[in-house]
């Protein structure tokens, strides 16, 4: 296989909405909580914990931003690179046997997103793309750039039917959703433990 002749190299970004819709999500939770807590830290003399901690969410916020805008698919002659958060994927486009593209409703809505799954001739997962991250036009283009069968699907699935028809090709935490939410819980509540932590509460009170 082989990228299709007249494909130029592109390097593909995530959606610029991603970036607004975090600072929107971060500020909410946690300037109304920071301010709250100095307004009541201040008078006590304990304010410097509280600044400590909302230091400390500012490096998290900034380190994500920092990896997110890392974050690219590269279509190159001989293969398509895959730079994530944590990890880089480097597909040689000969390995690619084919690609699937179907839209997945979101949740219980009415409402869709495109995703692209590129796969090997055993049928395992190469390289994917979610259309809450990646744009509809940028999954067209890969699929396109791509030199190999495409099946479409033309009615949208659940991910509950995706789940059932097409496990292997899911990560870890859409297979098993339950074990993702305690997973994410578990998360939060440890961040929130290290906060209170660095906060210590003793100190907080007169």
């Known amino acids: 296989m082989s990228v299709q002749t007249g494909v130029s190299t592109r390097v593909l970004r995530p959606r610029a909405q991603i970036l607004a819709q975090a600072r929107i999500v971060v500020a909410a939770l946690t300037l109304p909580i920071f301010t709250a807590m100095l307004w009541y830290a201040i008078p006590r003399g304990s304010w410097p914990r509280v600044v400590i901690a909302f230091g400390f969410v500012v490096l998290l916020y900034v380190a994500a931003v920092l990896l ?6 590269r279509v190159d002659r001989d293969a398509v690179i895959e730079r994530g958060f944590f990890s880089h994927n480097r597909v040689p486009v000969k390995r690619i046997a ?4 179907l839209d997945v409703y979101r949740g219980p809505s ?7 799954f590129l796969v090997d001739t055993a049928g395992e997962l190469l390289l994917r793309m979610r259309g809450e991250f990646w744009s509809g036009d940028d999954i067209e283009r890969v699929a396109a750039a791509v030199d190999v069968p495409v099946r479409r699907r033309l009615d949208p699935v659940t991910a509950a039917a995706l789940r059932k028809e097409m496990p292997e090709l899911l990560y870890w935490f859409e297979r098993w959703p339950w074990v993702g939410a305690l997973t994410a819980a578990g998360t939060i509540a440890a961040l929130a433990l290290l906060l209170i932590g660095l906060m210590s509460p003793t100190l907080l009170l007169p």
Not at 68 to 73: E, Q
Not at 110 to 116: D, G
């Open 110 to 116: 009415t409402e869709t997103t495109p995703q692209l």
């Open 68 to 73: 997110l805008r890392a974050v690219s698919i």
């Open 98 to 101: 084919g690609a699937i593209v």
